[in-house]
């Protein structure tokens, strides 16, 4: 890679992957969700194309309903999601379930997207059912970022 009308070449590391750059977007500029449902404007002319802002209605258990702002976005379809992840279904475990074997992503590979989703939930769960069953060292050292790495290890 190298600057526009410059000589030199640079290198760069890849450490996240997004469906697209609005998705990039989304995750990692400081309050643009929030701004975009206060009526704010969008900060690429391709996230206009890949976000709708407007309003859903939210029913509670007893019936109340309440209208509020809501971000949707597009999700990949599967060929466009299994293209993208070809590499993470090279890793596929197989379950076997009601007479079929399906194939999932291995638990190594979830957690990274968990961590960074914030889902304790499911972090917890997963690693959880790493120290129960074990696990491939060299896949989670290969699935997890830098950041998120030691922090795995001091668990396990």
Known sequence: MKYKNEETYFGVEVTEYYYNETNARMDNI????SSL???GDFLHK???????????T?????GTENVVKAIASKVPSTDEHLGRWKVIWEHARYVYF???NIPVVPLEI????NIRR??????EAI???LKTIGYNKKLLNKALSKTNIEYVKAIL
Do not use: H, M, W
């Not at 391709?46 to 859903?56: T, Y």
């Open 98 to 100: 009601y007479g079929y």
């Open 58 to 62: 939210l029913i509670s258990n007893d």
């Open 127 to 129: 690693i959880t059912a």
């Open 37 to 39: 449902l206060d009526g």
């Open 30 to 33: 400081p309050c643009y969700s």
């Open 118 to 123: 914030n889902r304790q939930d499911r972090r």
């Open 46 to 56: 391709s996230d206009r194309k890949e976000l709708k802002v407007s309003d859903i």
């Open 110 to 113: 979830q957690l990274e997207s």
